[in-house]
């Protein structure tokens, strides 16, 4: 199949899940993932229609897309991936949507660098939801007290949560315990899902889902 072909059939899934789980047809937006996949990979997609993206390393990002932004209209750049405190700069400059936001160094960071630079990005707050020492994401626990310090401290505007269940467990709990989370927050926006397991996302409530290898194949 073609990347354009996959590209069909996965949003032909999400559509089919947000009709079983009774949601608004639209309502939930596919991140297509492009990490590792190199500028000529992606412009298939870009072609087609598709025009979110997620990528998970700032330079890697900023070595194909500041091209492909220029060459195409309307795309919207999310990172995914962890964000370390001396990339904040290039990834208020570049991308649209930081989807993980974790510690305060980050969220300080990001909050003087988008004063600096008059631009800003969309901001996601990464939980951890299974508690994973190796994994990247405020604790479920300290979540709403990290929204609140992001808000009130920082002046910074949360949009919503995103999450990563782990890779051997049903991530149904997980997206519940992420919906939870976002309601006591205040916040209606959910990243979560991915190839394996966004249909199930979507039926707990994602509003977007981030989905790579079934898009672009295995990397």
Known sequence: MSIEERLDEVTAKIRLAEEEAKRDPGCVQLVAVSKTFDAEAIRPALAHGQRVFGENRVQEAQGKWPDL??????????????????????????????????????????????????????????????????????????????????????????????????????????????????????????SMGMSGDYETAVAFGATSVRVGSAIFGSR
Do not use: W
């Open 69 to 190: 932004k220029g060459e195409f209209d309307g795309v919207e750049l999310h990172l995914i991936g962890p964000l370390q405190s001396n990339k904040a700069a290039d990834a208020v400059a570049l991308f649209d949507v930081i989807e993980t936001v974790d510690r305060e160094k980050i969220a300080r960071a990001l909050s003087e660098e988008m004063l600096k630079q008059g631009r800003h990005p969309k901001l996601y707050v990464q939980v951890n939801t299974g508690n994973e020492p190796q994994k990247a994401g405020i604790a479920p626990e300290e979540a709403l007290a990290f929204v609140g310090l992001c808000r009130n401290d920082l002046g910074l505007t949360i949009e919503g949560l995103m999450c990563i269940p782990p890779a051997e467990e049903n991530p149904g709990p997980h997206f519940a315990l992420l919906q939870k989370l976002a309601t006591e927050c205040g916040l209606d926006r959910l």
